[in-house]
């Protein structure tokens, strides 16, 4: 979604028209990605009729709401119908997990890169739209990286940062 803009760019000036339904997409599998693979551990915990009729209420809801949204949104009104399914979904699997398996989605070490990606959202959007995608994408990958090193990354989270570095400077 940063680069989105400027990516959507380089086919041709009609494709940026896209960049709002790019994010609002994207969002929807951000939210997706922040539930884990939720729906593969309902089925691998012997309860594949609860993932199945999950798969049916998210089918039968996006349905619904591309109806009811997309004769007056357009393929705007689609995203925003499918990234609400989405959300909607996972996180009835993820109650649906803790009430079967009594474990949860996270633990508090996911509240620091949380905290930091919402704050180099509103700072990476502001800057967004006072000065465009060129400004935004480094201010919300610094300001990401300065709030995540500001709360004390984890030692796993340091430990894979250093690996990943020695492999780099290889």
């Known amino acids: 979604a940063l680069a989105g803009h400027i990516i959507l760019g380089i086919f041709g000036p009609e494709f940026q028209k896209g960049y709002i339904v790019l994010c609002v997409l994207a969002g929807g599998q ?13 089925t691998m ?5 609860v993932n199945l ?12 709401l591309n109806l009811l949204l997309v004769p007056r949104y357009g393929a705007l009104g689609a995203a925003c119908a499918a990234a609400l399914s989405w959300a909607v979904v996972n996180a009835t699997r993820a109650v649906e997990i803790w009430l079967i398996l009594k474990i949860g989605p996270w633990d508090r070490t ?5 905290l930091a990606l919402g704050i180099s959202i509103l700072l990476g959007g502001g800057a967004y739209y006072a ?3 060129w400004v935004a994408t480094p201010v919300g990958l610094g300001a990401f990286a300065l709030v995540w090193w500001g709360l004390k990354p984890e030692p796993e989270d340091t430990d894979m940062l ?3 570095w020695g492999k780099l400077r290889r």
């Open 53 to 64: 009729a999950n798969s049916v209420v998210l089918g039968l809801g996006n349905l619904g």
């Open 131 to 133: 000065s465009g995608p």
């Open 110 to 114: 996911i509240l620091k890169p949380l």
């Open 30 to 42: 951000a939210v997706t990605a922040l539930f884990g693979a939720n729906g593969t551990l309902i």
């Open 162 to 164: 250093k690996r990943a």
């Open 45 to 49: 915990t012997g309860h594949p009729r």
